[in-house]
């Protein structure tokens, strides 16, 4: 049997470095919604140097998501830590409950939303890392403008709307 091997090493140092980077548990969220939907940065694309963002999201009861999207240049993956999570993966919509780990590679289509009568809390991780905040901070704002400065908007944070089965391509 033969293993994968390992990327090309990026640190050729000899003693390691004093670069690790640590986020408190009890650091308020970042981001609070009108709708009580709350983000918060775990590691974003400048603390991880583009490798990776993790973000934690709590939804509120009914809160829609995003419909049907994909990106051409990031990977997105969902953990559900409590609740329940409704995920489209492109084909069906499933339920994740806390411990479930959906993955979509580049390109491919997948919504979320909570559809249930209580709170969900999720991680997003996003690799390769790119600068996910502005989306998150301004994607309401931008939505409700609408027309061709809405789709620069989307175009410029990697995000695409499609019309399928999984739900109108709004965001």
Avoid: C
Avoid at 104 to 130: C, E, I, K
């Amino acid at each position: 049997m033969s293993f994968p091997e390992y990327p090309t090493p990026r640190y050729l140092g000899d003693g390691g470095e004093i670069n690790a980077v640590f986020r408190d548990a009890d650091t308020p969220a970042d981001l609070t919604a009108g709708s009580g939907n709350r983000t918060s940065y775990v590691a974003t694309h400048a603390t991880t140097g583009g490798e990776f963002g993790l973000y934690r999201v709590e939804l509120v009861a009914r809160s829609p998501g995003p419909s049907t999207h994909f990106h051409r240049s990031i990977s997105e993956s969902f953990f559900v830590l409590d609740g329940q999570l409704s995920l489209f993966d492109g084909e069906r919509w499933v339920t994740g409950r806390a411990g479930d780990f959906l993955y979509v590679p580049v390109g491919g289509l997948h919504a979320f939303r909570n559809d249930s009568d209580a709170s969900v809390t999720m991680l997003l991780l996003f690799v390769p890392g790119a600068p996910r905040e502005e989306y998150f901070e301004r994607v309401g704002e931008m939505a409700a403008k609408g027309g061709e400065e809405f789709q620069k908007f989307l175009a410029r944070h990697d995000s695409f709307f499609v019309e399928t089965e999984g739900g109108p391509g709004k965001a």
